[in-house]
């Protein structure tokens, strides 16, 4: 059970050496995840390290863990059946892979959030804290190479060539040295600095005394806007948007913006296919206002869409659509858009979450995935009138997040929505202690 003691009536004063300390490596966790999202899942993997040993420092044994709440559940079960796709997959070796992966990230994900839903008092404000410098600091470099078209990108690349990622279509070289990298290189920089985006607004929204009260919300809010658009990451841009009108309207009347949001999750997860469907039929690529890469990704998903129908029920296995498109040697070209055509095809991913599970997993996979996103909702909902509003907000944030950007197995995807959970978990604690005892007095 989590501790009652409440984080915000903790002082600096109450803080140890090592709380200082756990701290400070939080901020260079949130900092590093900013600077390197590909790693991911190795800062999923140290922040687990972090927050389990700080709970084991404070006198936790084996004999007070708990069972694992629905929500953790839910998500494991998801991770299983991919897991078990391996029986009937195209490509079993893949969804071995990619449900091992899944569940190992999800499980320290649980162990995570729970270890920070039972830290002491003043070693989640030091945690807090650094959370919020870490998360700053983040989003000024992404913003900095923004401006400055990854000149620290550049000068890394330049200085350590061994480090170089090469000459591509996003890295241009002149004479074996970088001279230009486009900004559109920053948009896994800047989805997992929208994903932790939430829990560093509410800390900032309840304006703490003490040092943690210098990080005003409008300013965060404006910075992150900002820094969005300026990465040139669109579903970064719409997932803020989307989930400040979720804010905005949970703040004012929570149990309908609630309900409208669990309407439309089971929507996306288990009605996208008809609704992709409708809108290739209806060539909705060919609008001459949508840019390129929205058009293409409106082929994808109707020509994902239609194959569906060949393994409805359980899928061609997680992980096999990439095979299955790798493996094609001839791809049908709708439509040609200044010289770039757009040709039938899955490609590596759907960069939609919901339709690749219809895809892989069948509608067996979409069934368990609308059970684990309800029973966040429903996790949400019982939360106490002060945190919940953020909290639909975060989900809201990365449901759309993963509606329109990248894929379900990309590891440091998966690891920057599983840090994200925590750390809202660790902010709901700063901000009302009992909020975890109240949840689960009212599952008992």
């Excluded at 932790?196 to 210098?214: M, S």
């Excluded at 750390?423 to 009212?442: K, N, P």
């Amino acid at each position: 059970m989590a501790q009652s003691q409440s984080a915000a009536a903790a002082t600096d004063g109450d803080a140890t050496l090592e709380d200082r300390l756990a701290g400070g490596a939080l901020a260079a966790l949130i900092f590093a995840l900013h600077v390197s999202p590909r790693g991911g899942w190795l800062v999923l993997i140290l922040l687990t390290v972090l927050l389990f040993g700080l709970l084991m420092r404070s006198g936790w044994r084996l004999a007070d863990a708990t069972p694992p709440s629905s929500t953790a559940i839910s998500f494991l079960a998801f991770g299983v059946l991919a897991f078990a796709g391996a029986l009937w997959a195209v490509a079993p070796i893949e969804a071995v892979k990619a449900g091992g992966v899944f569940l190992l990230q999800v499980g320290l994900a649980i162990v995570a959030a729970d270890s920070a839903a039972r830290l002491p008092a003043s070693t989640v404000r030091q945690l807090c804290l650094g959370l919020m410098i870490g998360f700053a600091a983040g989003l000024g470099f992404i913003l900095f190479e923004a401006v400055t078209k990854l000149w620290l990108h550049r000068f890394v690349f330049n200085t350590f060539p061994v480090l170089s990622p090469g000459d591509d279509q996003h890295v241009h070289v002149v004479k074996g040295r970088i001279v230009r990298i486009d900004v559109s290189n920053l948009k896994r920089n800047m989805a997992a600095s929208a994903l932790v985006f939430w829990p560093v607004a509410l800390l900032a929204a309840r304006r703490i005394t003490d040092r943690l009260g210098v990080f005003p919300l409008p300013a965060i809010i404006l910075l992150a806007a900002v820094t969005s658009v300026l990465s040139t990451h669109e579903s970064s841009v719409l997932a803020l948007g989307a989930s400040l009108v979720a804010l905005a309207a949970a703040s004012l009347w929570f149990r309908w913006t609630w309900r409208s949001i669990v309407a439309f999750w089971c929507l996306l997860t288990l009605l996208i296919v008809p609704v992709m469907l409708w809108q290739f039929d209806a060539k909705l690529y060919e609008s001459n206002w949508l840019q390129f890469s929205a058009r293409h990704r409106m082929v994808i998903w109707g020509y994902s869409a239609k194959q569906i129908a060949q393994a409805p029920i359980l899928g061609i296995g997680a992980g096999s659509g990439r095979i299955l498109d790798d493996a094609r040697t001839t791809f049908e070209t709708v439509i040609d858009i200044d010289g770039k055509p757009l040709a039938l095809s899955t490609a590596a991913h759907q960069h939609d979450v919901y339709l690749q599970t219809w895809y892989e997993m069948g509608g067996l996979g979409a069934t368990a995935l609308a059970i684990a996103g309800l029973t966040t909702l429903w996790r949400i909902f019982r939360l106490p009138a002060g945190v919940r509003s953020y909290a639909l907000a975060a989900f809201v944030s990365a449901m759309i997040m993963v509606s329109t950007s990248y894929g379900l197995w990309q590891e440091w995807f998966e690891a920057s929505i599983a840090i994200a959970a925590v750390m809202t978990a660790l902010s709901i604690r700063f901000v009302d202690a009992g909020a975890f005892v109240l949840q689960q007095r009212r599952s008992a």
